[in-house]
């Protein structure tokens, strides 16, 4: 089939570099159009980007010219637009294209929570595509505008979704450990993270309770039904390079053995895996059962970078019903681009049926 083309706008950043990484040999997309900052409209991309990835810089895509990041100067023959632009620009931008009837992927925050917004997961909550209907009919307009979630929420409703099909949860308590590069690549300077925890993350605890309820919500005639159980959440910083790490507490409502949770967990998969799509890992989690696992620098590439990781899988009170365990995603890749890219084919193949 000719291949899909797609615009990256942010493509200089480090979400935007793996964007490019991710669609460089993708099979059904092709880079037409990279977009970054004012100042590097015109500029060849090897000119423009501080590279910082491994692999190379693709050859092919180092002598595209960047063009403007203003939704005008994205061209007509894109189909799909790949947003990575920093969250204060990225909401005109986007309402513009999708008033011109493209179909935009985002990884910003804004409009996350509006109720006509898909916000997905792609193996937790595909059904949410549907929301899509709504969004149409509310907005009026001919264009798509859909959410990937915060890589932190990301890593933690795809651990959760097995545990629900099990039964449900009273309250989590979460811990996060994230790394320098969910502030992006000019975000923290290393005076402040070198031989340092910072205890807060700006909006992150917010992001991270509301989203999830989003996320994990049913879908009902187009409209959510959020879960009832609690959410409390404390965001860190830490100095490592890539790569989230989790501590999860449950409250679970009903018993369920260690057993059959740890059952659940190993063999979850979902439609991303069913409709073989190619970016969907084989394994969206994988558990190990070493006591010192899951780490970022061991597991961070998982499934290629797709597969979050879970260990240390305990019940704590048999009686209370608490379950506790951690997990590991790659922020950039599962919580990012990558998620980005799956919820793209998702929506070609589950929703529009056009692949």
């Given at each position: 089939m000719d291949k899909i083309k797609v615009a990256i706008l942010g493509a200089t950043g480090i979400v935007g570099q793996r964007f490019i990484e991710r669609l460089a040999e993708h099979p059904w997309f092709k880079i037409e159009y990279l977009a970054s900052s004012p100042e590097s409209k015109g500029k060849k991309f090897r000119d423009a980007v501080k590279w910082?990835?491994?692999?190379?810089?693709?050859?092919?895509?180092?002598?595209?010219?960047?063009?403007?990041?203003?939704a005008d100067d994205v061209p007509d023959n894109v189909d799909i637009v790949f947003s990575a632009l920093p969250s204060s620009v990225a909401l005109d931008v986007e309402l513009e294209l999708a008033k011109r009837g493209f179909t935009v992927i985002s990884n910003s925050?804004?409009?996350?929570?509006?109720?006509?917004?898909?916000?997905?997961?792609?193996?937790?909550?595909?059904?949410?595509?549907?929301?899509?209907?709504?969004?149409?009919?509310?907005?009026?307009?001919?264009?798509?505008?859909?959410?990937?979630?915060?890589?932190?929420?990301?890593?933690?409703?795809?651990?959760?979704?097995?545990?629900?099909?099990?039964?449900?949860?009273?309250?989590?308590?979460?811990?996060?450990?994230?790394?320098?590069?969910?502030?992006?690549?000019?975000g923290l300077p290393a005076y402040l993270i070198y031989d340092n925890i910072i205890p807060y993350i700006e909006n992150e605890e917010y992001k991270v309770k509301n989203e999830t309820l989003k996320i994990l919500s049913k879908l009902h005639n187009h409209r959510l039904i959020k879960p009832r159980f609690k959410i409390y959440v404390t965001a860190t910083r830490?100095?490592?390079?890539?790569?989230?790490?989790?501590?999860?507490?449950?409250k679970l409502l009903k018993e369920v053995s260690?057993?059959?949770?740890?059952?659940?967990?190993?063999?979850?998969?979902?439609?991303?895996?069913?409709?073989?799509?190619?970016?969907?890992?084989s394994k969206p989690i994988i558990l190990r059962t070493e006591i010192d696992r899951p780490q970022p620098r061991l597991d961070r590439c998982a499934g290629n970078g797709m597969s979050i990781v879970l260990g240390r899988v305990e019940s704590l009170d048999e009686e209370e019903n608490i379950l506790r365990y951690v997990v590991l995603g790659n922020n950039t890749v599962r919580g990012a681009a990558g998620n980005s890219i799956l919820i793209a084919e998702l929506y070609l193949k589950y929703y529009l049926g056009v692949i």
């Open positions: 910082v990835l491994n692999p190379e810089l693709p050859e092919d895509i180092a002598d595209i010219a960047l063009g403007g990041s203003k925050s804004p409009l996350r929570l509006e109720a006509d917004i898909p916000l997905i997961n792609p193996e937790v909550n595909y059904d949410h595509m549907n929301l899509i209907e709504l969004q149409h009919k509310k907005r009026g307009w001919r264009g798509v505008i859909i959410k990937n979630p915060n890589c932190t929420t990301a890593i933690l409703t795809l651990s959760l979704a097995p545990i629900l099909n099990l039964t449900n949860i009273e309250y989590l308590t979460i811990t996060t450990m994230q790394s320098i590069s969910g502030a992006g690549l000019k830490v100095p490592v390079l890539d790569s989230h790490l989790e501590v999860v507490y449950l260690l057993d059959e949770i740890i059952h659940e967990l190993g063999r979850f998969s979902s439609l991303p895996q069913r409709l073989n799509l190619p970016t969907a890992p």
